[in-house]
């Protein structure tokens, strides 16, 4: 069973960067793909990117493309969301998790390219002032 705990979330001004981290535990973690979603205040947990177990593959949401990059590094166990040109739009909890890479998910916020297998955690915030 693969555990995880998100870090690098804060407040920063729109137009700034931010990098995420999501340390997993248990040997499995190179395995799975890994994902990132999101949670702003009264809306559902929608998808942000994902990448495949050898990090070759990544799919990003429209919203974040060009702007959002998904990376991981099995040797360490981690994940990372590098987040640039930030926007008001992107203040939301960030969450990772485990997961089938490329298999098609749909939720009540929509059809994306990775299936969650995992208990979310506590996630991280990210706060984008204008």
């Known amino acids: 069973q693969v555990q995880l705990v998100e870090s690098g979330g804060g407040l920063v001004q729109a137009g700034g960067s931010l990098r995420l981290s999501c340390a997993a535990s248990?040997?499995?973690?190179?395995?799975?793909?890994m994902g990132w979603f999101r949670q702003a205040p009264g809306k559902e947990r929608e998808f942000v990117a994902a990448?495949?177990?050898?990090?070759?593959?990544?799919k990003n949401a429209d919203s974040v493309k060009g702007r959002f990059t998904i990376s991981r590094d099995n040797a360490k166990n981690s994940v990372y969301l590098e987040m640039n040109n930030l926007k008001p739009e992107d203040t939301a909890v960030y969450y990772c998790n485990h997961g089938a890479y490329g298999k098609n998910y749909c939720s009540g916020s929509g059809c994306y390219p990775f299936e969650p297998l995992g208990s979310w955690g506590q996630g991280t915030q990210v706060t984008v002032s204008s």
């Open positions: 990448i495949s177990w050898s990090g070759s593959s990544t």
């Open positions: 248990g040997r499995t973690f190179s395995l799975y793909g």
